[in-house]
């Protein structure tokens, strides 16, 4: 880049394009400022020097707005974007390749900021124009099911989703070969939809195909072997197997460690992780520690403000609520809920997920009126924003369910419960690890109110269905079959 510079001059346009290219590595490296300005000048430069509506300059917006993206600035991201659409629908035309990537770039946005039905209507017209002007073979009409797959996935459509997964996982294998990266990146987002409906042994034999084919084609220390294997840890702790997922997570951490740099997002990432394993086999302390280092090199690198540490904050205050230190837990949940309305809206699920996660805190605290004011505010936005039968939305409910039984309303807590079930049973399955977890909660409210028959009826039907769905191992799976042991043998006493 410096040698173009210095022999062609600073406006040249393959200097320019040596400047893009240097931003565009940046990129990868997790180097988002050093990006972002680089990218702002050869914009700038190139607007001045090639046009406004010039196919390079075009490319520099589009390349600021992906970098904007990455640094969770949606706002700006969006802005670029729509510019970009216009310019290139009026050069170029509605139907050229550029313009359908820079609408699939504005359904990302969109996406990021929870807006599932405005990113899904560019994606089914960029999927639509796609089939018809290249055909259904080609990469980008493949990139653009998988895009709207995804979508349809976020608004818990799974059997659309699934329909669209399946028929680009029928094309890729015919297309480009079964061991291409973009057949086992599609092979691993069926495994993580199977997941999301509970489908644990399915989404785990996919898993574990995509990792070992990766390994072989692409070799061990390859960041999509890396990311298939991070993936397998993840299954594994949902599982409760939280040993094999630690050792997985070091794995990946260590390995990334030698190809990529300290502070690239990848390895905070794979920190968090293996913080949130601590997390869940109760090592507070450690966990704390590593969330901490995350929280302190996010803000360093990427700002106070970045999605990602506004999560590792989350997933801090939760960690201090598990030892009890509640005032911490609630200093940081209200930090994590302003700065989240600032950036991301007052509407969006990760806020929602904030106040969720205060209301719990009030919970621990026996502070039910506070609880009860953000459990009922949560779940009416969640009802208007994501719909009545959202998984966020039941989940909501399940929390006002919890609220009303810790302040003895019974029949409230009782009628919530059953609308759980019920409509998670519908959306999600009658054997989702999510339906059980209520049957398991009714059950438990039937045994404190004393209809100890109906307990026992519902938590042996939950333990069942938990073992097999689960595994007999599972957390989940032994915590039911402990409290049937237990009802059981008090039910056979007062009989006697």
Not at 169 to 185: N, Q, Y
Not at 225 to 241: E, F, K, M, P, V
Not at 329 to 336: L, Y
Not at 407 to 436: C, N, Y
């Given at each position: 880049?410096?040698?173009?510079?210095?022999?062609?001059?600073?406006?040249?346009?393959?200097?320019?394009?040596?400047?893009?290219?240097?931003?565009?590595?940046?990129?990868?490296?997790?180097?988002?400022?050093?990006?972002?300005?680089?990218?702002?000048?050869?914009?700038?430069?190139?607007?001045?020097?090639?046009?406004?509506?010039?196919?390079?300059?075009?490319?520099?917006?589009?390349?600021?707005?992906?970098?904007?993206?990455?640094?969770?600035?949606?706002?700006?991201?969006?802005?670029?974007?729509?510019?970009?659409?216009?310019?290139?629908?009026?050069?170029?035309?509605?139907?050229?390749?550029?313009?359908?990537?820079?609408?699939?770039?504005?359904?990302?946005?969109?996406?990021?900021?929870?807006?599932?039905?405005?990113?899904?209507?560019?994606?089914?017209?960029?999927?639509?124009?796609?089939?018809?002007?290249?055909?259904?073979?080609?990469?980008?009409?493949?990139?653009?099911?998988a895009n709207l797959a995804s979508t349809y996935r976020n608004q818990v459509?799974?059997?659309?989703?699934?329909?669209?997964?399946?028929?680009?996982?029928?094309?890729?294998?015919?297309?480009?070969?079964?061991?291409?990266?973009?057949?086992?990146?599609?092979?691993?987002?069926?495994?993580?939809?199977?997941?999301?409906?509970?489908?644990?042994?399915?989404?785990?034999?996919?898993?574990?195909?995509?990792?070992?084919?990766?390994?072989?084609?692409?070799?061990?220390?390859?960041?999509?072997?890396?990311?298939?294997?991070?993936?397998?840890?993840?299954?594994?702790?949902?599982?409760?197997?939280?040993?094999?997922?630690?050792?997985?997570?070091?794995?990946?951490?260590?390995?990334?460690?030698?190809?990529?740099?300290?502070?690239?997002?990848?390895?905070?990432?794979?920190?968090?992780?293996?913080?949130?394993?601590?997390?869940?086999?109760?090592?507070?302390?450690?966990?704390?520690?590593?969330?901490?280092?995350?929280?302190?090199?996010?803000?360093?690198?990427?700002?106070?403000?970045?999605?990602?540490?506004?999560?590792?904050?989350?997933?801090?205050?939760?960690?201090?609520?598990?030892?009890?230190?509640?005032?911490?837990?609630?200093?940081?949940?209200?930090?994590?809920?302003?700065?989240?309305?600032?950036?991301?809206?007052?509407?969006?699920?990760?806020?929602?997920?904030?106040?969720?996660?205060?209301?719990?805190?009030?919970?621990?605290?026996?502070?039910?009126?506070?609880?009860?004011?953000?459990?009922?505010?949560?779940?009416?936005?969640?009802?208007?924003?994501?719909?009545?039968?959202?998984?966020?939305?039941?989940?909501?409910?399940?929390?006002?369910?919890?609220?009303?039984?810790?302040?003895?309303?019974?029949?409230?807590?009782?009628?919530?419960?059953?609308?759980?079930?019920?409509?998670?049973?519908?959306?999600?399955?009658?054997?989702?690890?999510?339906?059980?977890?209520?049957?398991?909660?009714?059950?438990?409210?039937f045994k404190a109110q004393g209809r100890n028959?109906?307990?026992?009826?519902?938590?042996?039907?939950?333990?069942?269905?938990?073992?097999?769905?689960?595994?007999?191992?599972?957390?989940?799976?032994?915590?039911?079959?402990?409290?049937?042991?237990?009802?059981?043998?008090?039910?056979?006493?007062?009989?006697?």
């Amino acid at each position: 880049m410096k040698v173009r510079k210095k022999l062609l001059g600073k406006e040249q346009e393959e200097t320019l394009s040596s400047m893009a290219m240097v931003g565009l590595a940046y990129n990868l490296e997790g180097r988002w400022k050093e990006a972002e300005e680089l990218f702002v000048q050869v914009m700038e430069t190139s607007a001045r020097v090639l046009g406004e509506e010039h196919p390079s300059t075009l490319s520099s917006m589009n390349n600021l707005a992906s970098t904007y993206k990455h640094q969770g600035r949606w706002r700006e991201s969006k802005e670029l974007d729509v510019q970009v659409i216009e310019k290139r629908k009026r050069v170029l035309g509605e139907e050229h390749p550029s313009t359908l990537t820079s609408m699939a770039n504005l359904a990302s946005t969109y996406s990021n900021e929870g807006r599932w039905a405005e990113a899904e209507e560019i994606e089914v017209q960029v999927m639509e124009t796609s089939l018809r002007v290249l055909g259904e073979e080609h990469p980008s009409t493949l990139t653009s099911m998988a895009n709207l797959a995804s979508t349809y996935r976020n608004q818990v459509r799974w059997k659309e989703a699934e329909e669209l997964q399946a028929k680009e996982l029928e094309i890729c294998p015919r297309v480009l070969g079964k061991e291409h990266p973009d057949t086992l990146t599609s092979t691993a987002n069926l495994a993580s939809l199977f997941w999301d409906q509970g489908r644990r042994k399915e989404a785990e034999e996919l898993d574990v195909q995509v990792m070992e084919t990766r390994k072989r084609v692409l070799g061990e220390e390859h960041p999509d072997t890396l990311t298939s294997i991070a993936n397998l840890a993840s299954l594994h702790r949902d599982q409760g197997r939280c040993k094999e997922a630690e050792e997985l997570e070091v794995q990946v951490m260590e390995m990334f460690k030698k190809v990529l740099d300290a502070e690239h997002p990848t390895n905070l990432s794979n920190l968090a992780n293996l913080a949130s394993t601590y997390r869940d086999q109760g090592r507070w302390k450690e966990a704390e520690k590593l969330e901490v280092q995350v929280i302190e090199t996010i803000e360093r690198v990427l700002g106070t403000e970045h999605p990602d540490a506004l999560t590792v904050m989350a997933n801090l205050a939760v960690t201090y609520m598990n030892q009890g230190r509640w005032k911490e837990a609630e200093e940081f949940g209200g930090q994590i809920i302003k700065k989240r309305k600032r950036v991301l809206g007052e509407e969006h699920p990760d806020t929602l997920t904030s106040k969720n996660n205060l209301s719990a805190t009030y919970k621990l605290q026996e502070r039910w009126k506070e609880a009860k004011e953000l459990d009922v505010q949560v779940m009416e936005t969640s009802k208007r924003v994501l719909g009545e039968e959202h998984p966020n939305t039941l989940t909501s409910m399940n929390n006002l369910a919890f609220t009303y039984w810790n302040q003895g309303r019974w029949k409230e807590t009782e009628v919530l419960f059953v609308q759980v079930i019920k409509s998670s049973a519908m959306v999600l399955g009658s054997e989702h690890p999510d339906t059980l977890a209520s049957m398991n909660s009714l059950a438990l409210m039937f045994k404190a109110q004393g209809r100890n028959d109906k307990a026992i009826s519902l938590m042996e039907n939950c333990f069942q269905l938990r073992k097999q769905v689960l595994g007999p191992q599972h957390p989940c799976t032994t915590s039911s079959l402990a409290a049937l042991n237990e009802w059981q043998s008090e039910n056979i006493e007062i009989r006697v």
